[in-house]
């Protein structure tokens, strides 16, 4: 019984909690609008730098003995029939990316050799242009120009696809005053993430739109947590505000949010640093979306949840008053 009681009491402390998250809740969520806003301003007026999963053309990954001046790589290119050529170092001046355009309204027949004499020569000629310096092409990835665009499309509904449906399972988890604030939460998740890419001209590829919607899934997870720790809190404490509930729920799952989030930041941490290629890609990716994903769940998706809620009681009111 004495046991009961002191629990009682702490479900009634008034001063429960360590820290008040919503002090300048509303500062930094009115900040998150216009970085949104902003962000697609960003990726309207820049756009992509699509890799050739989206763009279509030749890619080969070249990896050299010794380290090479960027300068020369991209002279040789030039000198062999390809001065648009994007050529791009990576992980040092050892290995580069060599991307070329794949010529557009040809027939499937003359771009298949237009690919294979492309790839012949480019070989042949880092073999003999930087024959000191031992070229290995690691690998040659081609993407035909419709399959790309095609590709790009796909993603596009992926991601819209996958936000629609979660605004339905949320809504029916909880009811439609969580549903919005929890999508928002992810649309920023992901056009900051994007937006990101977009302003320093990073190359969007496949493994990119993985590492976004691994992200959506990530950050709706730490979503519902809070939202269904509000939810049982409410009939605990109908005394009261959301305000308070809500700003209760965040600290009464701050640990687990931490670490959950600490444990999963070292792994992709580690796969950043010691893994190479496409695996780093999706790492960093996801290191981006995994920040802006553990303020926005509660600076963006509660606070907008506690915004809708206060709403739809202003409206119940008027609509009773009317009746």
């Known amino acids: 019984m004495a046991k009961q009681q002191q629990q009682n009491q702490a479900l009634n402390n008034d001063s429960w909690g360590k820290y008040d998250f919503f002090t300048i809740g509303k500062y930094i969520t009115a900040a998150t609008v216009v970085l949104?806003?902003?962000s697609f301003v960003i990726i309207g007026v820049k756009g992509f730098n699509y890799g050739v999963d989206f763009a279509g053309g030749i890619e080969a990954q070249v990896q050299f003995s010794q380290d090479v001046d960027s300068g020369k790589v991209r002279q040789f290119v030039a000198d062999i029939g390809y001065p648009n050529a994007n050529v791009q170092s990576i992980g040092g001046n050892a290995e580069y990316l060599i991307r070329l355009d794949m010529p557009a309204g040809k027939a499937d027949a003359?771009?298949?050799k237009y690919v294979s004499e492309t790839v012949d020569k480019l070989k042949a000629g880092l073999a003999t242009h930087f024959a000191d310096l031992k070229p290995d092409v690691r690998r040659v990835d081609t993407v035909g120009p419709q399959v790309g665009a095609e590709l790009r499309r796909n993603g596009v509904l992926a991601g819209f696809y996958c936000l629609l449906l979660i605004l339905v399972y949320v809504g029916l988890r909880f009811d439609y005053r969580y549903a919005p604030a929890a999508v928002f939460c992810l649309i920023h998740d992901a056009i900051?993430?994007?937006a990101i890419y977009s302003l320093f001209g990073w190359e969007v590829t496949t493994q990119t739109m993985a590492a976004i919607l691994t992200i959506i899934g990530y950050s709706l997870n730490d979503t519902i947590v809070i939202f269904d720790r509000i939810r049982e809190n409410i009939p605990l404490h109908r005394n009261k505000d959301l305000y308070w509930i809500s700003n209760r729920s965040i600290n009464e799952t701050l640990s687990r949010t931490i670490l959950t989030y600490f444990t999963t930041y070292l792994t992709v941490l580690s796969m950043a640093v010691f893994a190479d290629g496409v695996i780093r890609e999706f790492a960093i990716t996801m290191m981006i979306g995994m920040f802006l994903g553990a303020y926005s769940t509660i600076y963006v998706?509660?606070?907008?949840?506690?915004?809708?809620?206060?709403?739809?009681r202003h409206r119940k009111s008027q609509s009773l008053q009317t009746a």
Do not use: F, G, S
Not at 301 to 312: C, E, F, G, S, V
């Open 301 to 312: 998706a509660t606070p907008l949840m506690i915004m809708t809620d206060k709403w739809y």
């Open 36 to 38: 949104t806003i902003l």
């Open 110 to 112: 003359e771009v298949n």
């Open 192 to 194: 900051l993430t994007l």
